[in-house]
């Protein structure tokens, strides 16, 4: 199964459960006891998967790891590459 399956298919599954609890085909005291919150729930999960998201970006943006030993090994081959280019008649 595709990524985009995966993902239609738990959204389809989860909008139907809000939907039969929205649209009442599920009785019972607590649902209607908290019937705002699950009006709101999806711009909430929305809201939460955004924090989520931003959260690990930030995360993973912050402990890049910096590799300075092979960035000296490319700029030195970087060097090479441009004297050999010299070497056999490039100019720039």
């Not at 009442?24 to 999960?45: A, C, Q, R, T, W």
């Not at 050999?84 to 720039?92: A, I, N, T």
Request: proline share 1%.
């Amino acid at each position: 199964m595709t990524k985009l399956l995966e993902w239609i298919s738990v959204t389809s599954a989860v909008l139907a459960v809000w939907y039969s609890l929205v649209g009442g085909y599920v009785k019972h005291k607590f649902i209607e006891d908290n019937m705002n919150l699950i009006l709101f729930s999806p711009i909430i999960f929305v809201v939460l998967f955004g924090l989520y998201a931003v959260t690990v970006v930030l995360y993973r943006t912050f402990t890049f790891n910096d590799c300075k030993d092979e960035a000296e090994k490319l700029m030195a081959e970087i060097e090479e590459a441009k004297k050999d280019l010299q070497d056999k008649g490039l100019r720039w």
